[in-house]
């Protein structure tokens, strides 16, 4: 027997490498894991981005005009009963029969429009009022996150 032994486990160097390493994962990632709100924040934009999308598109489809309302958390959505008609009286479901953003899971983040209600036009225009004046821009604002931005004239949300 020659005497000779193999090395088994980790040198302290490599252990405090992988601390160190750790550590600072630690830092960066858990203040973003432990915080839902942000992520909340995050679906809720895209949720009304989506939700003005959908506004938009089913103008242009229905040829009717669509009214996105803003109210505390919840954005709604209402469209006329015919064409050339200038109230938004009855309600438009999404594609799964509900409000598209009016869901309770995001109580509590603040929603800000610009003007409210946004009245998307049979032409796909985003005007202040059911009559159809001039095409004007608009953003809705969720707490913590860029706003959600809708050109007047095209309708473009972006």
């Known amino acids: 027997m020659s005497g000779s032994k193999t090395a088994r486990g980790f040198t302290l160097i490599e252990l405090i490498v992988t601390m160190i390493i750790l550590g600072i994962l630690a830092f960066v ?5 432990s915080s839902s709100t942000v992520f ?22 229905h040829r ?22 200038a109230n938004c009286a009855t ?7 509900k409000q598209p953003a009016a869901r309770s899971e995001y109580s509590g983040i603040t929603l800000i429009a610009s003007a409210t209600p946004l009245y998307f036009q049979p ?4 005007s202040g009022d059911g009559a159809g004046s001039a095409p004007a821009d608009f953003s809705l604002t ?10 007047g004239a095209t309708g473009y949300v972006q």
């Open 29 to 33: 990632a858990l203040p973003n894991l």
């Open 40 to 61: 909340r924040e995050a679906a809720l934009r895209d949720q009304v981005a989506a939700t003005l999308r959908y506004a938009q598109k089913a103008a242009v489809s």
């Open 64 to 85: 009717r005009l669509v009214c996105a309302s803003v109210a505390g958390d919840q954005l709604t959505l209402s469209i006329a009963t015919a064409f050339g008609d």
């Open 91 to 97: 309600a438009l479901p999404g594609p799964d029969g």
């Open 123 to 126: 032409s796909g225009a985003v």
């Open 142 to 151: 969720v707490s913590n996150q860029p706003p959600v931005l809708v050109s």
